[in-house]
């Protein structure tokens, strides 16, 4: 497989050149030169495969053959000892992707680049540098990911006083070689601050330097792993019983009304609502759709930080300033990954598999009180965005058809400040429990190139 930037299909390059490189040297993203289809086996065993072998299924067409078949399948072995159960809450269906180290769906990503590069680095004398920009989650999982990966390190740039505690002691609570920098400012000012690195001449003749953002395409990929699983499960009739970090109250203590699970009937293809920020979540899903997952289309919800869904409306994009909100790792004004959707598909395209829907903060917070109360399950924010964004739309013209999932992209004892004043005490999964005992050392800086070159 090779990869063009999304700039420039003339310079085309090999996985691991992407994958290293991070950032295509015109500051586009480098994107697949064609989706590649699931065999017919494949296809038609999404349903009963185990996780390992649809993970291997769908990353190999990528990564072959620099990634050899037997170090892809140790590799996804490694990475995922979790899966990701999709589990009846109500009238539908939530996928938790919080069930691995950091609680966050940014582990299936961070987990499998962490160990891909260990093994295309391998020889190299020269040390590898990740720069990561974080507005909470994917900081947090890139660190647990890489941390003791020798000849790599990584720096982490967050929004000082906009990601939650734990969110900051997953960041820089490890030390080692993962070194976090508060920036005084916005996450689009991280990821500006990224960005400008990756073209700063000087930096890139000291330094070899990478990325571990969604715009890196080794990150995206593995993302699309759980929708298909997921997707194969629902079409084939099933759903998973509850694991030690479902975050729902025992034998539904606490809801105020009698429910029935939700039930699957096969045959159908399900949509999923992808609570959106930077959008590569979606466009990973966007992979496994046209990889001949059994997905009918997507829903991008977006707390008040509508670029996309406006672009969906309009079909003009305008890229803003974040604004700050209780969902915050969705405060993203210029997504990155929209580049790259925009140069695979068109605007008619996009609005076939994807609409979009945003939420405020008042019915975020009033959502994440009426799931528990009435299904005694705990959302954090951006679920919760997720799941409004669906009864909007059930509310409408065109409610959505056949089985529903929402994506929950965090555990919700992430987010403890926000959720328990609406829904009481949250059940803390080992993993968080873990990182609520580390102290944060970061240091802070200004959003200036300036100051993030010093660092480096």
Not at 54 to 65: C, G, L, S
Not at 249 to 264: E, R
Not at 433 to 446: D, E, W
Request: glycine share 8%.
């Amino acid at each position: 497989m090779h990869y063009y930037s999304t700039r420039n299909r003339s310079n085309p390059v090999s996985f691991a050149t992407a994958a290293l490189t991070g950032l295509a040297p015109d500051g586009g993203l480098f994107i697949p030169e064609e989706i590649p289809s699931y065999p017919g086996r494949v296809k038609n065993s999404l349903g009963t495969m185990n996780f390992f072998d649809i993970a291997f299924e769908t990353i190999r067409p990528y990564v072959h053959p620099e990634l050899p078949d037997s170090v892809l399948e140790d590799l996804v072995h490694s990475a995922y000892p979790f899966a990701a159960p999709l589990v009846s809450v109500g009238d539908r269906l939530v996928l938790e992707l919080f069930h691995g180290p950091t609680a966050a769906f940014k582990d299936f990503g961070a987990r499998f680049m962490a160990r891909a590069f260990s093994y295309l680095r391998r020889g190299e004398d020269k040390p590898l540098r990740i720069l990561v920009a974080t507005s909470g989650d994917t900081g947090g999982a890139v660190a647990d990911g890489f941390y003791g990966v020798e000849g790599i390190s990584v720096t982490v740039l967050y929004p000082k006083g906009r990601v939650t505690p734990l969110q900051e002691k997953q960041i820089a609570g490890l030390g080692g070689n993962i070194d976090a920098l508060a920036v005084e400012g916005s996450f689009d000012d991280c990821q500006a601050l990224v960005k400008a690195a990756f073209g700063d001449e000087d930096l890139r003749k000291r330094l070899v330097l990478s990325s571990a953002n969604s715009i890196n395409v080794a990150r995206l990929i593995p993302q699309a792993i759980y929708y298909s699983a997921a997707a194969g499960k629902a079409f084939a009739g099933k759903i998973d019983s509850d694991s030690e970090a479902t975050p729902r109250a025992p034998d539904g203590q606490g809801a105020s009304k009698t429910f029935t699970a939700y039930g699957v009937k096969a045959g159908n293809p399900i949509t999923f609502c992808v609570p959106s920020g930077n959008f590569g979540n979606l466009t990973a899903g966007l992979y496994a759709l046209k990889m001949g997952a059994p997905i009918r289309g997507f829903i991008a919800a977006t707390n008040i930080n509508k670029t996309v869904p406006d672009y969906l409306e309009s079909g003009e994009y305008h890229a803003r300033l974040s604004q700050a909100t209780i969902s915050n790792a969705m405060d993203v004004g210029a997504p990155s990954n929209f580049e790259r959707m925009a140069a695979q598909w068109t605007l008619e395209q996009l609005r076939n598999m994807i609409r979009g829907v945003h939420v405020s903060d008042e019915d975020t917070r009033k959502t994440i009180a009426a799931v528990h109360d009435t299904y005694a399950y705990f959302l954090d924010p951006h679920g919760a965005v997720g799941w409004r964004a669906t009864d909007i739309l059930s509310a409408g013209n065109d409610p959505v058809k056949g089985p529903l999932a929402v994506l929950a992209t965090a555990h919700p004892a992430k987010f403890a400040e926000t959720v328990e004043p609406l829904a009481g005490p949250v059940p803390a999964p080992a993993a968080i429990k873990n990182a609520l005992g580390r102290i944060a050392s970061a240091r802070v800086i200004p959003a200036e190139l300036s100051a993030f070159r010093n660092s480096l």
